[in-house]
């Protein structure tokens, strides 16, 4: 079985039709066979064993399609930044149907009692199409926030490291997780904020506006554009704590998972099961986040809907037993499997431009000073 595994591990092309001296030694072949035409045929000569430190005169068929990005170079927090874009806008927006019966159960409960009978109020009122009311601001937006808040992610995590030092980062590294996370949400919150404003109001109140281009209009003639950012208070109350949670988890869950599930270290793991970790540890996380994100959540839904309300309103309303539970099943469910399909789409990205995956490898200690 051994020898089988070695055996597939092998390149299906041979590496020393690669290497530039039996490129020189086949291109002498020819030459010296087309000039000498009376020679007999040789026989098949095994060919040469490459050099150690053989030079490569075509790219290995594994190399990037972009070339090689340098880790916390200018384009690897590009590609992160586009990642992030694909990972969160693209996410959202598939579960639009989702979003809009929690907005609706977190509105009006009494009207959308459960999900079942949610998902059946809204096909009899505003049929099939009714589901996807408020993509386009959920995409623009959540491709926005997705943008900031893994690129900035990355940023501050390398940045709050040096500050650390190596030995410290690797101490507190969940410490840096969390700082890193906060920061970039608060970034990313400035830029989601209008597009929620909009959403919740065009998902909330039928009749309102079809979508964004004339619910954005509308919304500002109605409370000016200082009203499109009402939310933001309550939404880095809702989005803070969920990213810190969503990043720092998801590290400590996917290291544990290669420290103790898989007994071959991860640089030794193929790419898709790479990928299947961080699906997997993304999930996890993601219904941690739902459960520590919930009661803002409910905030952020009763303010952008109604016009003046405060959260003295909404918590009277609502009731507190109302706010961290109302709609909370349905948001466990959306936000599980949104986060771990974020975490699956950025670092399937991440591969594609040929960076590794996200986590499961402890940063090395600093080496201890040589005693006198």
Known sequence: ????????????????????????????????????????????????????????????????????????????????????????????????????????????????????????????????????????????????????????????????????????????????????????????????????AVKVRVQTQPGFARGLSDGLPKFVRSEGALGLYKGLVPLWGRQIPYTMMKFASFETIVEMIYKYAIPTPKSECSKPLQLGVSFAGGYVAGVFCAIVSHPADNLVSFLNNAKGATVGDAVKKMGLLGLFTRGLPLRIVMIGTLTGAQWGIYDAFKVFVGLPTTGGVTPPAAPEPAKA
């Open 1 to 196: 079985m051994a020898d089988l595994s070695s055996y597939r591990r092998q390149p299906l092309i041979p590496s020393y039709l690669y290497n530039s001296s039996f490129s020189s030694h086949l291109a002498a072949s020819k030459t010296l066979a087309s000039s000498s035409p009376a020679l007999p045929a040789l026989s098949p000569t095994p060919a040469p064993s490459p050099p150690a430190n053989a030079s490569f005169v075509i790219p290995s068929p594994s190399e990037p399609p972009f070339g090689k990005i340098e880790l916390y170079s200018p384009a690897f927090y590009t590609a992160c930044t586009f990642g992030g874009i694909l990972s969160c806008g693209l996410t959202h927006m598939a579960v639009t149907p989702l979003d809009l019966v929690k907005c609706n159960m977190q509105i009006d409960p009494a009207k959308y009692k459960s999900i079942s009978s949610g998902f059946g109020v809204l096909l009899k009122e505003q049929g099939a199409r009714g589901f996807f009311r408020g993509w386009v601001p959920t995409l623009l937006g959540y491709s926005a926030q997705g943008a900031c808040k893994f690129g900035f992610y990355e940023f501050f995590k390398k940045y709050y490291s040096d500050i650390a030092g190596p030995e410290y980062a690797a101490k507190y590294k969940t410490l840096i997780y969390l700082a890193g996370s906060a920061s970039a949400e608060v970034i990313a919150d400035i830029a989601l904020c209008p597009f929620e």
